[in-house]
């Protein structure tokens, strides 16, 4: 496992526990990483776009409250991707500064503790020596310290809230300076944050209800603000092949126009999606392959290129093993020969590969094809590999299931080296009294350990 | 296939770092920070996430008050996007539980999302345990004895529980 692992729970012993629910906020609900190219569902559920687009292809509903959905009313949360980014950008520092601040408050607190038993220790000596004034007093002493520091951390207690901002809002105001609440929250910055920099402060029930409040209810806001446009869609619905959506009352007749440029020959660009557009990503691939290996890291797709790029869905009855076979082979994704691989196997290699493609134009940092490629494999070898009853010769993993299973290996191989041992014992004994029948014994025991084909089976 | 391969395979498998179990560290990081009182979880083995062993306590003001039961968790490959496969295993006796410990729950099958995790499953667990659903049940006389005959309920419950001891 990784030493540095990244969670939510990082945040629960530090002095704003509150965090917590701001970052598991900002985390998709399904792969539980910082989201990805966060999408928002018609429903105003926010999830990565690879993981909702896996999450739909399984079944067409919002995995977090089960309303149906289709993949082509997701729409970009965009605020959300400017949350992740400016949050994970602070991440770090603002752990260590919470972190560092409960060991300043630790060792401050252990030093007024001291100072405090001190003071006594002198109020006593004094007492005693300027002879007893009555008990009132020794309570009264007792009673005031506690009281003290109390005050002081309520009084802070209201500005702590807003500390967790504050930290931020620097840096975020760079990005959404448009932002009322921001231009209001940094302007506070300035002055708390030089005012009360002590970090004496504590934890406390009551506040760490509040930072919650404040870190998630505006976040829901802009969550459900977005999907307005999806809500006025609803009378849209996906086309069964090229999976665009189109108005109900229209729907039909593009139905048609759809599959009639896919049987004819040779389709004209602008109505065939369903046979072009596989290939339209293909040619622009090489020049933008291109581009990654001068700069390492490509420009995001413009909101129109995805469009054209965007590769429709589909339908599983409608498409050909054969033409699956050629679509597969014509972007460079591996798939036998000879025929084995069932139809339903290549039908789920497009999808996956439909998923991890979309979802990539979506992402900030594109991948090259070929990444793309090498994902979808590692993909389904890891489905695979946890599938024993799947395990055939030809998706069998044999490092991925060897490493699973080293442990057993090595048990079987160490017990079948005792058992040689013991038994090597016993057939020198045995030797010893009937040397020639056993000693081809002993040597085709040894064989069999030697050679790990025995071993395993 | 060879031992050779096979000696050679941790290191190819630490690239092989999967979504499943970047996810079930999450969970794991998320049991352990903050458990849910009456539930806990852990892997078999902290070599593979993908196996793990539970226990829940049976709910106050039920049969299974003050009673422990184990589980064990198989994560399929791509789960969030598959449910885990889950069963008892100490025995039980309960209307939507067979006697192998198979479980019957909607969430676990059709109802799965791609949210739900551990933490919800043994939430959901145990108030199945409560509040069992009788019209589709895996164990019929569990099923008849709950509705009827409480005190044969128990006795039972309590025979199968000691089995476990």
């Known amino acids: ?457 | 296939m060879s031992v050779s391969t096979a000696a050679v395979a941790p290191a190819a498998g630490s690239s092989n770092t999967t979504n499943v179990t970047k996810r079930l560290q999450k969970e794991l990081m998320q049991l352990m920070m903050s458990p849910s009182p009456g539930t806990s979880a852990f892997p078999d083995d902290p070599c593979n996430l993908l196996k793990w062993t539970a226990t829940i306590v049976g709910p106050d003001d039920t049969y299974f008050a003050g009673k422990t039961f184990k589980l064990s968790f198989a994560f399929p490959g791509d789960y969030p996007l598959q449910p885990p496969t889950v069963l008892f295993t100490t025995p039980m006796f309960h209307p939507n539980v067979d006697m192998a410990g198979r479980i019957c729950l909607d969430i676990l099958k059709d109802k799965w999302s791609a949210v739900y995790n551990i933490q919800s499953i043994l939430l959901s667990l145990q108030s199945l345990l409560g509040e069992p659903n009788n019209k589709s049940p895996l164990n019929g006389q569990a099923a008849q004895l709950w509705d009827e005959d409480p005190k044969e309920y128990k006795r039972l419950l309590e025979k199968r529980h000691q089995e476990a001891e």
């Open chain 1, 1 to 457: 496992m990784d030493a540095d692992f990244p969670d939510p729970t990082d945040w629960i012993p530090t002095p704003v526990p509150g965090l917590q629910a701001l970052e598991t906020s900002l985390r998709c609900q399904v792969c539980k990483e910082f989201f990805t190219a966060p999408k928002v569902t018609s429903c105003g559920h926010t999830f990565c776009s690879l993981c909702i687009r896996r999450c739909l292809s399984v079944s067409s509903k919002c995995p977090t409250c089960m309303k149906p959905d289709e993949e082509p009313r997701l729409r970009d949360n965009v605020i959300f991707s400017e949350l992740v980014s400016s949050f994970t950008a602070i991440r770090k520092q603002l752990l260590d500064t919470l972190v560092k601040e409960k060991e300043k408050e630790e060792a401050r607190k252990q030093a007024e503790e001291v100072a405090k038993r001190e003071a006594e220790a002198r109020t006593r000596v004094e007492k005693r020596s300027s002879g007893d004034r009555g008990d009132e007093d020794e309570i009264m002493e007792d009673a005031e310290p506690p009281h003290r520091p109390r005050g002081k951390r309520r009084r802070q207690d209201g500005v702590t809230p807003r500390r967790t901002q504050e930290i931020e809002a620097p840096r975020r105001s760079t990005r959404t300076s448009s932002q009322r609440t921001n231009s209001r929250i940094s302007s506070q910055t300035v002055v708390s944050l030089d005012s009360d920099d002590d970090g004496d402060f504590q934890p406390n029930e009551e506040f760490s209800d509040d930072d919650f409040q404040s870190s998630a209810r505006p976040k829901r806001k802009t969550a459900t603000r977005v999907p307005d446009t999806p809500t006025k869609d609803s009378s849209l619905m996906a086309c069964p092949v090229c999976g665009r959506l189109k108005d109900i009352s229209t729907i039909e007749a593009h139905a048609n126009r759809c599959l009639e440029a896919r049987r004819s020959p040779s389709p004209t660009p602008g109505v065939s999606n369903g046979a072009s557009s596989s290939s339209s990503p293909l040619k622009r691939q090489p020049v933008s392959f291109s581009n990654v290996s001068k700069s390492q890291h490509r420009p995001p797709y413009t909101a129109e290129e995805r469009e054209r790029l965007r590769l429709p869905k589909g339908n599983a009855s409608l498409t050909k093993e054969a033409d699956l076979r050629k679509k597969l082979r014509d972007i460079g994704i591996r798939c036998d020969v000879k025929g084995k691989e069932t139809k339903q196997v290549l039908w789920a290699r497009l999808q996956e590969w439909i998923n991890i493609w979309n979802a990539n134009l979506d992402s900030d940092n594109p991948k090259t094809k070929m990444a793309l490629i090498r994902d979808l494999e590692v993909y389904e070898r890891n489905q695979q590999n946890q599938k024993p009853s799947v395990v055939q010769d030809k998706g069998f993993e044999r490092e991925a299931w060897s490493s699973s299973h080293n442990n057993e290996f090595e048990a079987l191989v160490a017990s079948a080296r005792k058992s040689a041992a013991q038994k090597k014992e016993n057939a020198e004994e045995a030797a010893a009294t009937d040397r020639p029948s056993d000693s081809t014994g002993v040597q085709t025991e040894l064989n069999g350990i030697g050679s790990p084909e025995i071993i395993e089976t």
